[in-house]
């Protein structure tokens, strides 16, 4: 049996353990929320969705501002990675936690990612060579207003009709595009190659 002094120092011991390791976890959440951050930043976004998720997980549950963060974060990711449902996820989960103000920019969230499945399933006309369905489909909601979804539409409108051989249209549409996003070098490359065939 332990004598009452080593068991206070014992339990001095276990209490300075279980501090240092709460202490280590959050410093861990923060570090990957961090970790997370530079590779969103540097364009790695498959990476930074496993960092936020791991924020997340040592975040053990706890509702706070940093959860919010993150998870506003790996919307963002999923949505450039093009997991359209697993960004409506987290944009669900952050919706659960955010004041009326941000609730309107979430549920904006919500129809730009209903219209990037509608600009996808495009996509997959355009690939399949159904260039005038996909045109149609693109049209619907090409517009430069600086979301994801006009820039697509837009982009992928012109290829469509260069695709069918209106090249007028096509390097008009890409000059527009490259008006709002001169550093496209794609877009570039088919603007040039249908300015050669007007």
């Known amino acids: 049996m332990l004598s009452i002094e080593k068991r206070i120092k014992y ?7 279980a501090l240092m390791l709460t202490a280590c976890q959050g410093e861990d959440k923060y ?4 970790q997370g ?23 053990d549950g ?36 955010c004041d009326d103000k941000d609730k309107a920019r ?20 355009l690939k399949s060579g159904s260039y ?9 909601y090409a517009v430069l207003d600086g979301s994801m979804t006009g820039r697509a539409a837009v982009y992928n409108k012109a290829v ?14 890409l000059s527009q595009y490259l008006d709002k996003y001169p550093d496209d070098a794609a877009a570039k490359k088919e603007a040039e190659f249908c300015r050669t065939r007007k």
């Open 106 to 125: 979430i549920d904006e969230i919500y129809n730009e990612l209903g219209a990037l499945d509608k600009i996808k399933e495009a996509a997959d006309m």
């Open 132 to 140: 005038t369905e996909a045109y149609d489909a693109f049209s619907g």
């Open 11 to 17: 339990g001095m011991a276990i209490t300075a353990a």
């Open 31 to 34: 570090a990957l929320r961090e």
């Open 160 to 173: 469509c009709a260069e695709y069918l051989g209106n090249f007028d249209e096509a390097y008009e549409l």
């Open 37 to 59: 951050i530079e590779l969103y930043n540097s364009g790695d976004y498959a990476a930074a969705i496993e960092a936020f998720d791991k924020a997340l997980d040592a975040s």
């Open 62 to 97: 706890q509702v706070s501002e940093l959860q919010y963060d993150i998870l506003k974060y790996r919307g963002e990711c999923e949505i450039r990675t093009g997991d359209y449902t697993a960004a409506k996820e987290s944009y669900t989960a952050l919706y659960e936690l």
